[in-house]
Each structure stands twice: as structure tokens, then as C-alpha cells.
């Protein structure tokens, strides 16, 4: 499999139970925020975004939060489980930018 | 459709040797990207493009060619391939406009000896 886990944040979970992956940005100009989750041996896949004039969606199971003032953004997944074991990355992009700028990933294991 | 399709899955160089990492979208996606992800260090963005005859570099260009004769394709060549090269290279698109998520092809993973 792929070893782009290597050396990231890990958050280990048990099945059933709420995760929260937090992403610290870094620009203050940045106004849209992308959640995307990586399987092994996968591209990364959209889940949710963002604009900055919210500060909070909902999806299926999944609620993005971002807090402007601190420049914080996470992700909560309900109910988790194994089948959301991956590395979740979080991108931000100014706009008029065209291309978003990504953060390292956290690696979430969600224990059976 | 099929989405970012990219060719080859896997591949192994020698040093020197050149090559053509393809990526081909059928979503008529405006904008188009090549990133590598290497361990613990995310993805970092080589080249894009934003139109047919338009590209521009990313955060690590160097070593690396794209072109864009078409709105479906945009190839990345390395030139003369390296060690330091030897990565997962993911090809991304999405539509004009700033509230728009980019959707990733599965990568090219490359080894070079």
C-alpha cells in the first residue's frame, strides 16, 4: 500500500465514535476550504467544502467548522468506521487564485 | 464519464531516461493540475494550466514539462528522469470559478533507479 501515512498526525478512534481532524491555514486571504480524503493507493477524494462566508455545513455524516478569526478548520466525522480509515487533507484557496494550496494530512484509524 | 484518467499506474526509469505521464479528463474541466505527494509532505504542485495553450509553474516545476494542446489532455514529461523524482504524481481538474473542488485521477507511481 502507500506509505503517505509515514510521518503524519494520527488520530486513532474506535468504531462508532465522533472523530475530529483539525486543520490549522495559513493564509488570511484565503475564502474557500476543501476537506478530501485519501485511501490507500487512491487519489484524493472530495468530501466536503466551504465558503468563508460560513462557518459551518453540514454533509452526510460529516460537518465542516472553520473559525476565521483563529484561521481553523476541521472536520467531524459521526459514527466512525473502518471504512473511513485514510489520510484527510485540507485545502484552502484565496480568491482569484486558481489552484487551492494543500496541508500535510492527518492519518485517521478507526479501530473495529 | 470516467473522470481524470491517468497512464501509466505504475512505471520504473533508469536515471536519464525521459518520459510522458498522461492525464486525460472527459468532465470538459477548464482547469488543470499535476502534483506530487511524497511521505509526510502532502501535495505540492509542479505545473497547471487554466486553458487550452495556457500553463504556468507550481511550487516545484523544476525537471518537469506540461503543455495543453486540448481541453481533455495535459501531459507532464520528465525530462531526464531522477532519484529525486521518484513519487506519486496525482493529475487533478475542476471547472472555471472560485468555489470549485478539484477531482484527482488514482496517480502515476514512479520509481526512478
Known amino acids: 500500500g502507500e506509505s503517505v501515512g509515514l510521518h503524519l498526525p494520527t488520530l486513532s478512534v474506535q468504531e462508532g465514535d465522533n472523530s475530529i481532524i483539525n486543520c490549522a491555514y495559513s493564509?488570511?486571504?484565503?475564502?474557500?476550504f476543501i476537506w478530501y480524503k485519501q485511501e490507500s493507493g487512491k487519489g484524493p477524494q472530495f468530501i466536503i467544502d466551504i465558503r468563508s462566508n460560513m462557518d459551518k455545513r453540514q454533509g452526510q455524516r460529516v460537518t465542516v467548522l472553520l473559525n476565521k478569526t483563529v484561521k481553523h478548520l476541521s472536520l467531524q466525522i459521526a459514527a466512525t468506521q473502518p471504512g473511513d480509515s485514510a489520510v484527510y487533507f485540507c485545502a484552502e484557496k484565496a480568491g482569484g487564485s486558481y489552484i487551492p494550496t494543500f496541508g500535510r494530512g492527518t492519518s485517521l484509524i478507526v479501530h473495529p | 464519464n470516467a473522470g481524470v484518467t491517468q497512464t501509466p499506474k505504475f512505471q520504473v526509469l533508469k536515471t536519464g531516461q525521459s518520459m510522458t505521464l498522461q492525464c486525460a479528463q472527459d468532465?470538459?474541466?477548464?482547469?488543470m493540475s499535476w502534483y506530487r505527494q511524497d511521505p509526510g509532505m502532502g501535495l505540492r504542485l509542479i505545473h497547471y494550466s487554466v486553458g487550452a495553450g495556457i500553463t504556468d509553474q507550481g511550487e516545484v516545476p523544476n525537471g518537469y514539462n506540461v503543455s495543453r494542446s486540448t481541453t481533455e489532455d495535459f501531459p507532464l514529461r520528465l525530462l531526464s528522469a531522477a532519484p529525486s523524482q521518484t513519487s506519486v504524481y496525482f493529475c487533478?481538474?475542476?471547472?472555471?470559478?472560485?468555489?470549485?473542488?478539484?477531482?484527482f485521477g488514482d496517480g502515476t507511481r514512479l520509481s526512478i533507479l
Open positions: 468532465m470538459n474541466h477548464e482547469y
Open positions: 487533478a481538474s475542476r471547472l472555471r470559478g472560485d468555489n470549485q473542488p478539484q477531482h
Open positions: 493564509n488570511s486571504a484565503s475564502d474557500y
